[in-house]
């Protein structure tokens, strides 16, 4: 007999009443059934609805939404009409949430134990001389170490691993029975986020948890769910078992979904996805998808398919879902453009550059004291070749942001050169640089809401560098925006536009359009596809290579993400602490022999395949300084030699010509 | 960091009293031409007047004298070379103080609780007359709803004394119920600044992820306002306060006009016009001791209520 839903919603739709008195929904008649000890995975880009949807199961509504239609049940009880005290005892009781970004989750004036005990006090039957206990119980259970001392802290003193794994000790004080996931690992580490991975798997199966994991990360979805269901423009278009929907998609957006993201065994670019939802507000008349699929024929914009159930157990909102097969056929992989040559000139050199964030203070200045920490960043010796892509990769703390900085002038070097083009040394200063060398090394930020004004049009934003570098006004200045906003595909009407008239990924291609309008040699991305959707992220990686292949700019990317770097760089640094480990064409960091180090991130990548299991080589502590002797790894590393680790700077180790490897352990054994 | 601020703060007012000082020796004429008003072209009363009050000594000495006599408390003498200064501004120090207490005592818990009451009943009824009155209170000057409570609430009901009639050394008891009227426009102005303020903070944290992570706990309604959201919302406030209350120690010169109230501000006023300087400079010299130290122990509070400032300076 199949079981009875735990969790219920039927026909839901959400909406939310725009200022001309319209009902916009954001959910359109949404139907999710989770029964106890199913793990059910909600995909589908920013705003697709899916956090709205996860909240809903606990009768919770962001301000301004209200419910349009339907139903949510929990266990059988109405949620929706549920008196507030009983609901509220629901609520982190029998039903928990564990939410995105637990560092604004946590109230900043309550310690750690005070936030804890408050679960335990509203909804365990444990009396209240043994909250103590049962919060350093909790901690224990999240695997946090020391858990006496955590519960003295404020939430702010804690890392973002650590302010997750409180999210989630909270959320078990009341032993639940479900769990909603709100994109737990999101902007995590790789190491962190695999290890939290584990930590969830092992409690959904020790409690038989009914569990809703909300994510637009498949691979962290394929390692915990057992289903899954796509969401776009607020409906459902594909659910079906995760293999079904990850191994062989047969909705046309999953299916474009699942080939936008960059993969560790692929070597060629993400297939983009090009376009964007509907906005919520927009009237749709046919399937919402339509504009963006390749196998939409007219019955797709003239009536909206339904969701078919189809003998394999998936359902699929497509008309021509039987059809998908010829999709692989239709994307042909763009292909990556080629190494540059060895004999290329250098473009940058970046010659035993040291960078260290502590100033001596007065007294210590003064007297002569001997307590300066050890450098964020040392012995980094890099020769970047003229057209040719470097990825950094590394967790946050590796210093990777803090190399691009000091090549941009932003953050001083404390010793070591910069040297542009073999012959020119750049200041540290940028305020002190010339304008030729200021031209020539451009930077692109993470967050392109915070790096383009708000309230500068996009005619504004390029006539910078072009004014400054090029003194163009007028009729050739707007000449010269245009032919830019064409190399990053958007047109001449995006000229008088803000910022916030455009979309994340058109955000970034104005940033894009920026740097490129200096015309520079080197161009500096500091996690330029962090903040976009997967579909988007594959959009900007190609018109990225695209524009090189055009221009032949060098690129040092960075990025935390391992395949990302993988897609687009020609010769990838892996760094910790500041600290090359490992350095070479991307073909060999990638494969075997590895740093110890480089095989811990490769090993807790997620790949969005539920048959591929992460290997969990080192603990994810997060070390705040790196030591002051020896291997910069030595404190994590699971291969440690010994001593000699902890004393002796690792000597390079030319595996094979390019690539380097800075270990103590001999080149055959590695 | 705690030195370093009180140390920066003395600074601050050495810093202060010396422009104040240069700023009166800057002006023309001095003490003597003033007092002895048309026999200044006298030359030799003048010298002679000059000798008596000690102006012909270098301004560096005479302001070394100045400093150190007050920091000792001691002002000098006003310019009729008779006075001492400490006595009249003493007087009037007090009675500010009196007014400044009475508004703060009536103004900020009113401002909170409507702050907070709007902030929680944002664009329901509640909020609507808050913050409605709010931006009267703000906007209308603050001699025209001075004099119309003096119409209504003295001359209309006869409820209240319209203007205060008790002489500056009276003590403060003697000023009941004759303070109430300044007292009802001055809590009335500043409630406004800090109510709006208040508001806006209690709304920003009420969309919070943190708060809502609160009541997805399960934390009821009041529990969550008291424990997880006012905390934090009252916390952008304390600056607010203490800048009001620096305003109503010493800048409230208006008001006292309005009602003949015997303070600092009003004595400024008539020092300027009467060219009593020294009393000038000692004025300027308190007022901006008190905006030093309100705002000092503005960033103290803030620094002992807000657990991220705290931890950086305890557990370094």
Not at chain 2, 246 to 274: H, Q, T
Request: some cysteine; aromatic content about 6%; proline content about 6%.
């Amino acid at each position: 007999m199949p079981q009875s839903p735990f969790i219920d919603i039927k026909n839901l739709s959400v909406g939310y009443t725009s200022r001309s008195g319209k009902t916009i929904p954001v959910l359109r008649d949404v139907n999710l059934s989770i029964t106890r000890g199913d793990s059910i995975g909600l995909v589908g880009e920013s705003g697709s609805g899916k956090s709205t949807l996860a909240l809903a199961a606990m009768g919770y509504f962001k301000r301004g939404l209200h419910v349009i239609s339907g139903q949510v049940q929990f266990d059988g009880i109405d949620m929706l009409n549920i008196e507030r005290n009983a609901l509220q005892r629901l609520r982190g009781g029998r039903l928990a949430l564990i939410p995105q970004n637990s560092g604004q989750s946590l109230t900043p004036n309550l310690r750690i134990g005070q936030q804890i005990t408050e679960a335990l006090r509203l909804h365990s039957d444990l009396p209240a001389t043994s909250f103590d206990a049962g919060v350093i119980d909790l901690l224990s259970q999240v695997r946090l170490p020391d858990p006496v001392g955590l519960t003295d802290r404020y939430p702010h003193e804690l890392s973002g691993g650590q302010q997750q794994r409180v999210a989630i000790a909270m959320a078990l004080a009341s032993n639940p029975e479900a769990l909603l996931l709100d994109e737990p690992t999101t902007g995590l580490d790789v190491t962190t986020q695999a290890h939290i991975m584990e930590l969830l798997r092992d409690l959904a199966k020790d409690r038989n948890l009914a569990m809703l994991y909300v994510s637009h990360d498949l691979g962290a979805i394929a390692r915990v769910c057992n289903k899954v269901m796509v969401m776009y423009a607020g409906e459902t278009v594909l659910t079906g078992s995760a293999k079904q929907v990850l191994l062989s998609p047969r909705h046309p957006y999953a299916h474009g979904l699942l080939a936008s993201i960059p993969r560790l065994n692929e070597t060629s670019l993400p297939q983009a996805l090009d376009g964007r939802p509907p906005m919520p507000s927009e009237t749709i008349m046919g399937c919402a998808f339509a504009d963006r699929c390749k196998l939409a024929d007219r019955t797709c914009y003239s009536s909206s398919p339904p969701l078919n159930h189809l003998e394999t157990g998936e359902a699929v909102r497509c008309f021509h879902h039987d059809q998908i097969g010829q999709l692989n056929q239709k994307t042909e992989k763009s292909a990556r453009s080629n190494p540059v040559a060895a004999d290329k000139d250098t473009a940058l050199s970046l010659a035993n550059l040291a960078v260290s964030y502590s100033r001596p203070r007065l007294l210590s200045k003064l007297f002569a004291l001997q307590d300066t920490p050890p450098s964020t960043v040392d012995r980094i010796t890099i020769d970047i070749k003229k057209g040719e892509t470097l990825g950094l990769v590394g967790e946050s703390g590796s210093g990777k942001s803090t190399i691009l900085k000091t090549i941009a002038g932003m953050v001083p070097a404390q010793s070591g050169n910069i040297i542009l083009n073999q012959t020119e040394p750049l200041d540290t200063m940028v305020e002190k640089r010339p304008a030729a060398y200021l031209r020539q090394v451009q930077i692109i930020f993470q967050n392109p809401d915070d790096s383009l004004n708000p309230r500068h049009t996009v005619a504004q934003i390029l006539a910078q560098p072009l004014r400054l570098y090029y003194g163009l006004s007028g009729t050739p200045l707007r000449d010269r925006s245009i032919a830019i906003l064409e190399q990053v595909r958007l047109g001449e009407h995006y000229l008088e536009r803000l910022p916030s008239q455009l979309s994340g990924g058109e955000k970034q291609r104005v940033a894009i359009a920026r740097a490129f309008a200096a015309d520079p040699e080197i161009i500096l991305c500091d996690e330029v596809t962090s903040a976009l959707d997967v579909s988007v992220q594959a959009a900007v990686l190609d018109l990225l290579d695209v524009l090189k292949r055009q221009d032949g700019t060098t690129y040092i990317f960075v990025s935390h993400d391992l395949a990302v770097v993988k897609a687009i760089s020609d010769r990838v640094a892996v760094l910790y602490q500041g600290r090359i480990c490992e350095i070479g064409p991307v073909a060999a960091v990638y494969s075997a022999p590895f740093h110890p180090y480089t095989d811990a991130l490769l090993g807790a990548v997620l790949e969005p395949d539920p048959d591929v299991a992460p290997r969990l080589k080192a603990d994810d502590a997060v070390e705040l300084s790196p030591p002051n002797l020896g291997c910069p790894f030595q404190r994590r590393c699971p291969r440690k030699l010994g001593s000699i680790c902890e004393t002796n700077i690792p000597t390079a180790q030319e595996i094979a010509p390019g690539h380097i490897i800075h270990c103590h352990i001999s080149q055959v054994d590695l | 960091m705690l030195i370093r601020r009180v140390l920066l703060g003395g600074v601050t007012v050495c810093i202060v009293s010396l422009i104040i000082f240069a700023g009166v020796e800057m002006l023309p004429g001095d003490a003597c031409t003033q007092f002895l008003g048309e026999y200044q072209a006298d030359e030799e009363l003048l010298a002679q007047c000059r000798k008596d009050l000690d102006l012909n000594r270098p301004a560096i000495d005479r302001f070394a004298e100045w400093t150190q006599g007050a920091i000792t408390g001691d002002l000098g003498l006003a310019a009729d070379g008779t006075t001492k200064i400490s006595t009249i501004v003493g007087d009037r120090l007090k009675n500010s103080l009196l007014l400044a207490f009475c508004a703060m005592a009536v103004g900020i818990p009113l401002a909170l609780l409507l702050g907070v009451v709007s902030g929680l009943w944002r664009d329901r009824l509640p909020d609507i007359i808050a913050s409605t009155l709010a931006i009267f209170a703000m906007t209308i000057p603050e001699f025209v709803s001075a004099t119309l409570l003096i119409l209504v609430l003295s001359v209309w009901l006869g409820w209240l004394p319209g203007i205060v009639l008790t002489s500056a050394a009276a003590p403060a008891s003697e000023f009941f119920p004759e303070i109430l009227l300044p007292v009802i426009v001055l809590s009335f102005v500043m409630c406004a600044h800090i109510m709006r303020m208040v508001r806006s903070s209690v709304i920003d944290v009420m969309a919070s992820d943190y708060v809502q992570m609160a009541t997805l706990k399960g934390v009821p309604y009041w529990q969550m306002v008291f424990r997880h959201a006012l905390p934090n919302a009252l916390l952008p406030a304390i600056n607010v306060v203490a800048l009001t209350i620096a305003w109503l120690l010493g800048g409230v010169v208006v008001i006292e006009v309005v009602f003949n109230y015997p303070g600092l501000g009003r004595l400024m006023i008539d020092s300027i016009s009467d060219r009593n300087l020294p009393v000038v400079q000692s004025i300027a010299l308190i007022v901006a001791s008190v905006y030093v130290c309100v705002n000092l122990a503005a960033d103290l509070l803030t620094m002992i209520a807000n657990p991220k400032l705290r931890t950086m300076y305890m557990r370094k």
